[in-house]
């Protein structure tokens, strides 16, 4: 047998010293990371728990609906057994607490509500689960005796207390091609049309001149549809004596020459037979017909600090928000009370103005020592104080 050389044990034993040192490589494998919640899945996650559900019943359901042009991305929480005697209106009033509603439609045991918010759309359904024949007979019994009406509404109370409840909240999210009719609010200027016109979401109000009586008039149409081309802004009504009523706003320097004013957007409007140029200013989002909540969140929302009214800031409600210009008007609730307030507030440099905090009518004293501020005489409750 052939001796090995020193060189080649000593290749031979550096060889078995490194292998033998050596382990089975495994495969690592890739780290995953979760995936991040979209922001309508991640709204109903913080949902579910008040409604009995956990974020493993949150299943993905394309919205659509009579804001939507098309579909949007969405997902869908679903609860079929809530105990009829829970009171989740409570529930659904603080979630969507600050959100503008825009739809609401009411049946025998059944609801129907919509909430806008930022760039979220939620539809809210309730229903009672009972069998629909059996309470429309009780409903709608043509009995005029006074005891069988009487048996007839205990079976109705005892159906309503023992079915159980379905309620369904199904989200979806507005993209830049898709934008939230919340957007579209805008204060309009120029010539007529745009003079004292503006668009609030789904309502265009503008002013045309009588031919009869050379006065302008105000009058306003319904808004369906909200889109984009392009970078552009375009919506679209319809009006039983105009047709259909066609905005475009587009974010370019726009000159009023009626009053030598320069504004961000310039709007453009068709409808009859013609189209109207003019410019727009981008109004408040937060304050837009249908925004309700607690009153605490909306002065601190609009940084006003001077309320001095009768009610309750933390369980007083606003609703009925109007708004033009630099001009406010929101109408406030103290629930279980009958007592109300108007706040009526004006937005200068310095800040929130207060014109008006109380019920209606406004005093003949506020109204002399206001009547000066840019049309204020013309909005909400003030249009009723008396002309010089």
């Known amino acids: 047998m052939k001796k090995r050389s020193g060189i080649s044990l000593m290749l031979l034993f550096l060889g078995a010293t490194l292998f033998s040192g050596c382990k089975e490589t495994q495969p690592t494998e890739p780290e995953v990371k979760p995936a991040t919640a979209s922001p309508a899945q991640a709204f109903l996650e913080t949902l579910a728990p008040v409604f009995g559900k956990t974020a493993k019943d949150i299943k993905p359901l394309a919205f659509s609906g009579v804001w939507i042009d098309g579909e949007l991305n969405g997902y869908v929480l679903r609860n079929d057994a809530l105990a009829s005697t829970e009171n989740i209106w409570d529930k659904i009033e603080q979630t969507f607490e600050g959100w ?9 045991g059944e609801s129907y509500v919509e909430y806008l918010n930022d760039t979220l759309i939620c539809s809210v359904s309730t229903k ?3 069998d629909m024949d059996e309470v429309m007979n009780l409903v709608y019994l043509g009995e005029e005796n006074a005891a069988k009406k009487q048996e007839a509404t205990e079976k ?4 309503y207390d023992e079915s159980t409840r379905t309620i369904e ?7 830049e091609n898709q934008p ?18 503006s668009l609030r979401v789904d309502s265009f109000t503008y002013t045309l001149p009588n031919n009869e009586t050379h006065a302008f008039e105000t009058d306003n149409t319904y808004i369906g549809y ?6 552009n802004l375009i919506f679209s009504g319809e009006k039983y004596d105009l047709g259909v009523i066609e905005g475009e706003l587009t974010k370019e320097a726009c000159l009023d020459t009626t009053v030598g004013e320069t504004h961000p957007y310039e709007a453009r409007i068709s409808f009859g037979d013609g189209t109207f140029e003019g410019c727009a200013d981008k109004a408040d989002d937060f304050l837009v017909p249908g925004r309700q909540g607690k009153l605490e969140n909306l002065l601190k929302k609009i940084n006003y600090k001077d309320y001095t009214g009768k009610l309750n800031p933390k369980t007083a409600s606003y609703g009925g928000i109007q708004a ?60 009723s104080c008396p002309r010089g």
């Open 180 to 197: 939230s009719p919340l957007e579209f609010n805008f204060d309009l200027f120029g010539e007529e049309p745009f003079w004292d016109a």
């Open 156 to 159: 109705l109370d005892k159906i």
């Open 226 to 231: 909200w889109g984009t081309s392009g970078k």
């Open 324 to 383: 033009e210009g630099n001009l406010v008007e929101v109408f406030l609730t103290q629930p279980g009370s009958e007592q109300t307030e108007y706040l009526v507030l004006g937005k200068t440099d310095k800040g929130r103005e207060t014109y008006w905090q109380g019920t209606t009518p406004v005093d003949d004293a506020t109204c002399e020592k206001y009547v000066n501020v840019p049309r204020l005489m013309d909005f909400g409750i003030f249009s």
């Open 100 to 108: 503008v509603e825009k739809i609401q439609a009411d049946g025998v």
């Open 128 to 130: 009672l689960n009972y």
């Open 169 to 175: 909240v199904h989200c979806g999210e507005f993209t």
